[in-house]
């Protein structure tokens, strides 16, 4: 039983190497009819792999792009449009409104990544929040209306992650404790 069990095993094994020597057979096609390309190897004359679409850009009647921000409890409405770079938030400059150089480094970042430092003029509204909240509110506002403006853009804002919002938020205060988390001293008499 074993010896036969070794021959078919061999009958097997010649069988499959005449089988991967031997040229397939060619199929007769109709001239109209085209093969479908096989998946099994990669052919040198296929075409070469479509650029990714882009989005169209989102503009307005006055060429402006419009994003939200968010971050912590602050919310900011942003638009951007083409100019010599100046910053509006809530009707006063950038560096009356956000005075720690820190604030208005955060707020340039996505300018500087993508490589457009006072190409666009800024306006936005800003509510809720600290400064420090509203700073990452309008850089996400800012890194959002940039992709509106060019959606070639997207892909490095969000490599260094400026398109992703900071849902950090304060927790909010429980019942029996001083604070979120706090309890009251405890006192043994």
């Not at 994003?67 to 912590?72: D, E, I, L």
């Not at 409890?73 to 449009?81: D, G, P, Q, T």
């Not at 009707?91 to 340039?108: C, H, K, S, W």
């Amino acid at each position: 039983m074993a010896e036969e069990t070794k021959t078919t095993l061999d009958g097997l094994k010649d069988a499959m190497a005449e089988a991967q020597a031997a040229p397939a057979p060619v199929a007769d096609v109709a001239p109209d009819t085209v093969a479908a390309p096989s998946t099994d190897a990669p052919s040198t004359d296929a075409p070469a792999i479509e650029a990714e679409t882009l989005p169209e850009p989102k503009r307005d009647a006055q060429g402006r792009s419009y994003a939200t921000g968010k971050r912590k409890n602050a919310i900011a409405r942003v638009w951007i449009k083409p100019g010599s770079g100046k910053f509006l938030i809530n009707g006063r400059d950038e560096t009356t409104y956000f005075a720690r150089p820190v604030l208005q480094m955060i707020i340039n970042q996505p300018f500087e990544v993508s490589e457009r430092k006072g190409e666009f003029d800024v306006v936005c509204t800003v509510k809720g929040g600290g400064l420090s909240g509203q700073a990452g509110a309008v850089r996400h506002g800012i890194s959002k209306a940039l992709t509106y403006y060019e959606p070639a853009l997207r892909k490095e804002l969000k490599k260094v992650g400026f398109m992703t919002r900071d849902s950090r938020v304060v927790e909010r205060k429980k019942y029996g404790k001083a604070k979120a988390r706090r309890s009251f001293q405890f006192s043994k008499r």
